[in-house]
């Protein structure tokens, strides 16, 4: 099977402490997996490793083919990213955003405007493309860090807490985007501690303490495999 994104044996410490320990998985192409896990879980570790801002010291990541260690370059050029902190330049519009970021990625000049309204139009965001960042709401502004994450035309999404602070109609809007995203061959690895964004059709991973300590179809977990207090569906939107 082709794979989008696989991690093998993924280990990384802060100093004495450990928050990852001998880590494994895949997501293939066309596949939407969740990454469930209570805060201090390792989601963010994990999320830095596969992002380049941390590197770990042990354990291989290869992103669509491209070993992350060995062909740094290759592999990023094929991620496309969604922090949990939003990363806008608040003072740039929409268009200047997105604008920017094609020229770190290198796209051809002429490609960009076409690459940035196809983006923002299959969001609903084409009508606000001068506005400033800083005068969108929060469901914009996450919709148009999206646009621009696959504004390079990435194999591979990696969305960490997307929906974090979206009132429930924003949060369900990207939630469904995203699963289309995938259903068109896009490997998309979503994190979350609200099990409510997660279908039982997807797949799932349950990380605890640092290790997976679940992983299989989100329907089955749910149903058959006895998994931790946290794990229960939570559906309160936040506020």
Known sequence: MTTGLSVQ?????????????????????????ALLGPNGAG????????????VAPA????????????????AMAELGVVFQ????????TV??????????????????PGRIDTALEQLG?????????RDLNGGHRRRTELARALLHDPKVLLLDEPTVGLDAAARQSITDHVHDLANQGLSVLWTTHLTDEVRDTDALLVLHQ???IDAGQAGALRGDTPLP???????????
């Open 125 to 133: 965001m084409r009508e606000r493309i001068d506005e400033k960042a």
């Open 210 to 212: 640092g290790q997976i």
């Open 229 to 239: 207090d946290w794990f229960l569906v939570r559906t309160v939107a936040p506020t």
């Open 43 to 54: 989601k963010s570790t994990l999320i830095s490793l596969l992002t380049r801002l941390l």
């Open 85 to 92: 902190q939003s990363t806008l330049d608040l003072s740039l």
């Open 9 to 33: 044996r993924l280990s990384f410490n802060y100093g004495a402490k450990q928050a990852l320990q001998d880590v494994s998985f895949s997501v293939a192409p066309g596949q939407f997996c």
């Open 95 to 112: 268009r200047q955003n997105l604008s920017y970021f094609a020229a770190l990625h290198g796209l051809p000049r002429g490609e960009v």
């Open 59 to 74: 354990g291989d990541i290869e992103i669509a083919g491209h070993n992350l260690r060995n062909a740094p370059r290759s």
